[in-house]
């Protein structure tokens, strides 16, 4: 589509963007929500924590770095640790809970 054809329909490019996303949004709801009830059916609970959890704490780790332009810089450049020290968060909960589950047996 091009502009011309967008401002005859009466939508801006803001107007598109925003359907974009909406139905990004959308689709990922609708790709999601199988693999939740799958988890949740497997009784995986502890899992997703840790993924909403991972989620909020990103969610707010970038939201700093939008929010603080002065912190902007030190948040990408600490990215990929951020990104490690989350990974290593999970495999500690993993191995806590795998050897908590070979104790029980």
Do not use: C, H
Request: zero cysteines; a neutral charge.
């Amino acid at each position: 589509m091009t502009v011309l054809m967008v401002t005859f329909i009466g939508l801006n490019e803001n107007d598109i963007l925003y359907i974009f996303v909406f139905l990004g949004i959308l689709g990922s709801y609708f790709s999601v929500k199988p693999l939740i009830s799958f988890m949740m059916a497997l009784k995986l609970e502890k899992l997703l924590n840790y993924i909403l959890g991972s989620l909020l704490f990103f969610t707010l780790y970038f939201g700093i770095a939008l929010w603080k332009d002065e912190w902007q810089l030190i948040i990408y450049d600490q990215l990929q640790f951020t990104l490690q020290a989350v990974a290593l968060f999970g495999g500690v909960l993993f191995t806590v809970y795998l050897v908590k589950g070979i104790r029980k047996n």
